[in-house]
Each structure stands twice: as C-alpha cells, then as structure tokens.
C-alpha cells in the first residue's frame, strides 16, 4: 500500500516570501502521479500542479513549483511570491499509473500568508 | 461547463437516521470517485465508479455505506443508521476517463451526525 507523509501540520509566512511544503512517499510502483492539491477555507479541492514520476523535469505552473526527488521518495512544493490567496491548507497526493485510480493523501499542511 | 457539484451542503442527522448524499459530476466525465474527510485530516478514499461499474469500494468503512451510479451520470451515497463516526466531509470527484489523472472536486457534503 502506498502511503504519503506531510510532516509540517502548519507553516507560516509574511506575503512575498517563498515557502516550500515538504512530502515523502512510500511506494514499490515505478510508475505514477504525484500532485499538490490546495483546499482553501471553503473547502473545493483545487490542483496546483501535479509531476509523472518518470519525467525527470521538475513540473512548474506560474509562482508553483516541484522539487521531485524519485530515489528518495521526496515530493516538495515552492511557492515563490506568496500571495494572501495562497493561505489554505496544502495536500500531498499520490496515485499510481495503472489501475485503482485513486488519490492517497497525506494530513495536510496549513499554510498561512501575512500580509 | 460547470463543475463538480454535490448536496446537500451540510447535513444533520441525528444517530440511527439514513442518509443520502447526491453528486453531480462534470458532463461527460467518465470517472467519478467518494472521498471521506474528517476534521483536520486528508481525505480517504471510499469508492470509485467507471461509468455506471462500481469498481473500487475497498475504502466503504462498513456494510451501512452504499454508492451507485445508475445511469453513469449523477451518483448518491448513501449511509444507513448513521453512527457519530460518520461525522465527517464527504467529497466527490471526477475525471475524463481512466487514465486522465487529473481529478475535480466538488465542495463536499459537511455531514454533522448528533
């Protein structure tokens, strides 16, 4: 079974500083998905940015990017300029290439943007 | 077009009632996935259907959750004698097809059960 650990449960930041949100992963697969899912207050699961494992590039959208370490089961997520809209909770999430095509999260980590 | 939509929005229940949980997934998306949410945790996986083939329903918690998709369109949860257990947000999602792993939430159903 696959598992997904985020191990910062909150983090805070002043508005345009850089964060970056810290996944591990557990998984025998050699292929598969992983992605960062945001949950604002109102609480719709929104994408961020998401990175097929046998792409060495690291995915990037915008102010949001990945720094997606395969060997060492390490998936972290920068976000440059934070913006008071980027205050929510952050979700790790992982699925395999084939077959169940179902999400495996990690708990979360709440983000907080200063102004 | 729209969105993933579900309703209620919230919902009281109190101990021992059934309930039934609606999903309205995007327009002609082919998978359409439950998730439960509890309070301050990820969300977990319930079940998942392929048009109107339930699948997956290795995360359903116990025999009192029930889930189908009759016309490959629109699917309902259902949660019979609901225990305080339950308590929890319930999220669906869908995609494209199998293989498109791109999932779209809906806003959930908060469902309080007393």
């Known amino acids: 079974a696959q598992t997904v650990t985020q191990s910062q449960p909150e983090m805070s930041v002043q508005e345009a500083e850089t964060v970056t949100l810290s996944c591990t992963y557990d998984t025998s697969e050699s292929n598969y998905y992983l992605f960062w899912y945001k949950q604002p207050p109102s609480r719709q699961m929104i994408l961020v940015i998401r990175q097929e494992a046998y792409k060495q590039q690291n995915a990037t959208e915008n102010r949001f990017s990945v720094n997606f370490q395969k060997a060492a089961k390490s998936f972290s997520l920068k976000i440059s300029d934070s913006q008071l809209g980027d205050t929510a909770m952050y979700f790790c999430?992982?699925?395999?290439?084939?077959?169940?095509?179902?999400?495996?999260f990690g708990q979360g980590t709440r983000l907080t943007i200063n102004p | 077009g729209a969105g993933v939509s579900q309703s209620p929005r919230y919902k009281v229940a109190k101990r021992g009632q059934d309930v039934a949980l609606r999903c309205d997934p995007i327009s002609g998306h082919v998978s359409l996935f439950w998730y439960q949410q509890a309070l301050g945790q990820g969300p977990e996986f319930l079940t998942y259907?392929?048009?109107?083939?339930?699948?997956?329903k290795s995360g359903l918690p116990s025999d009192r959750f029930f889930a189908e998709r009759p016309e490959g369109s629109v699917s309902t949860l259902k949660i019979q004698r609901t225990q305080q257990e339950d308590s929890a947000v319930y999220l669906c999602a869908s995609s494209l097809a199998q293989g498109q792993e791109t999932q779209y939430f809906g806003p959930g159903t908060r469902l309080l059960v007393l």
């Open positions: 259907f392929q048009n109107e083939a339930q699948l997956d």
């Open positions: 999430a992982f699925m395999k290439h084939a077959g169940a095509q179902k999400l495996v």
